[in-house]
């Protein structure tokens, strides 16, 4: 289904053009960059009616998983509409866990947003109530799609989301131009959580709120990254995980990570991004569920979409 002619009734596998910024330094600085052809899947709910508020929701670095789908089927189960953004598909990639290059967070945050622009015009969504969400890579794209600079840049008509779900986000970005929207963030993160630290959401978090944010962090004790899967906790040894310090991003778009003994790498190109992960890379990650974290993350989720609407 082409997007250029959605009408009433519409749903399904939707077509779009996206494009494949590598980092936000490409976006902030409007630099060209190769268009892509995108898809995505809109499902309404079971019980009809003339509007939906609508959840976009993104992927982590191991593409579409069960436990995605549960948060999917909840949303319908609660009257959101939800759309599933195939950023991995489109490209036939399918998976990042080893790399974190092949599709990056600018890539999917430019998917995100054009899904955004395409569905606020769609007669059964209310254009006014379309949230975010997000799992790992898809978390770190609900988090900093809420970062105005890039939102201008990337939906400059004025397009926004809602509020924000960000399931254990790589909260590694620190930007030195604190601008953010005001739309609800929630942050839902383990305490044991390897692979995308709860230090680097707990720091940032306050300072969104300090610079005109609205964001909210809930921790899940003895939880792990994935901690709403059901597959038991696993080491996944060759995973790129997010180490402890964050990164910069400056108001010239530069992007870089300085260690503790002031070097710095820059992280804006493919072969500036390997150098960092060759030289300072943490590998190795815990991912798996905990039941009781997995059953609050339902609810919780749920209740701050319903609390939004």
């Known amino acids: 289904m082409n997007s250029s002619k959605l009408q009433s009734g519409d749903q399904g596998v939707i077509s779009y053009?996206?494009?494949?910024?590598?980092?936000?330094?490409?976006?902030?600085?409007?630099?060209?960059?190769?268009?892509?052809?995108?898809?995505?899947?809109?499902?309404?709910?079971?019980?009809?009616?003339?509007?939906?508020?609508?959840?976009?929701?993104?992927?982590?670095?191991?593409?579409?998983?069960?436990?995605?789908?549960?948060?999917?089927?909840?949303?319908?189960?609660?009257?959101?509409?939800?759309?599933?953004?195939?950023?991995?598909?489109?490209?036939?990639?399918?998976?990042?866990?080893?790399?974190?290059?092949?599709?990056?967070?600018?890539?999917?945050?430019?998917?995100?947003?054009?899904?955004?622009?395409?569905?606020?015009?769609?007669?059964?969504?209310?254009?006014?109530?379309?949230?975010?969400?997000?799992?790992?890579?898809?978390?770190?794209?609900?988090?900093?799609?809420?970062?105005?600079?890039?939102?201008?840049?990337?939906?400059?008509?004025?397009?926004?989301?809602?509020?924000?779900?960000?399931?254990y986000p790589g909260a590694f970005i620190w930007p030195e131009e604190m601008r953010w929207s005001n739309s609800p963030i929630l942050n839902l993160i383990g305490e044991d959580d390897?692979?995308?630290?709860?230090?680097?959401?707990?720091?940032?978090?306050?300072?969104?709120?300090?610079?005109?944010?609205?964001?909210?962090?809930?921790?899940?004790?003895?939880?792990?990254?994935s901690f709403d899967a059901i597959d038991p906790v696993t080491f996944i040894p060759n995973a790129i995980a997010v180490g402890h310090k964050h990164t910069i991003i400056g108001k010239d778009g530069i992007h870089y990570y300085e260690n503790n003994e002031g070097k710095r790498y820059l992280m804006n190109e493919p072969h500036e991004r390997a150098k960092l992960f060759k030289d300072r890379a943490k590998v190795g990650a815990h991912l798996g569920g905990n039941w009781k974290a997995r059953k609050k993350s339902m609810r919780d989720s749920v209740s701050f979409l319903l609390d939004n609407i």
């Open 17 to 167: 053009k996206s494009s494949n910024p590598f980092e936000f330094f490409h976006i902030l600085n409007s630099k060209k960059v190769e268009e892509q052809d995108m898809f995505g899947t809109l499902i309404f709910p079971e019980k009809k009616k003339k509007i939906y508020p609508l959840v976009i929701c993104m992927h982590g670095s191991l593409g579409w998983r069960g436990h995605h789908h549960e948060h999917a089927v909840n949303f319908l189960n609660n009257g959101f509409a939800i759309f599933r953004v195939s950023s991995f598909d489109a490209r036939q990639v399918i998976s990042i866990v080893e790399d974190q290059m092949q599709v990056t967070l600018a890539t999917v945050l430019t998917d995100c947003f054009k899904a955004l622009q395409i569905l606020s015009k769609h007669p059964d969504i209310d254009a006014k109530k379309i949230f975010i969400t997000g799992w790992s890579l898809g978390g770190s794209t609900a988090l900093y799609s809420a970062w105005e600079p890039l939102t201008e840049k990337l939906a400059p008509e004025g397009e926004r989301f809602a509020g924000h779900i960000a399931f």
């Open 194 to 225: 390897d692979y995308t630290p709860s230090i680097l959401i707990e720091k940032l978090s306050p300072a969104i709120n300090q610079n005109g944010g609205n964001c909210k962090l809930i921790c899940y004790k003895d939880s792990h990254h």
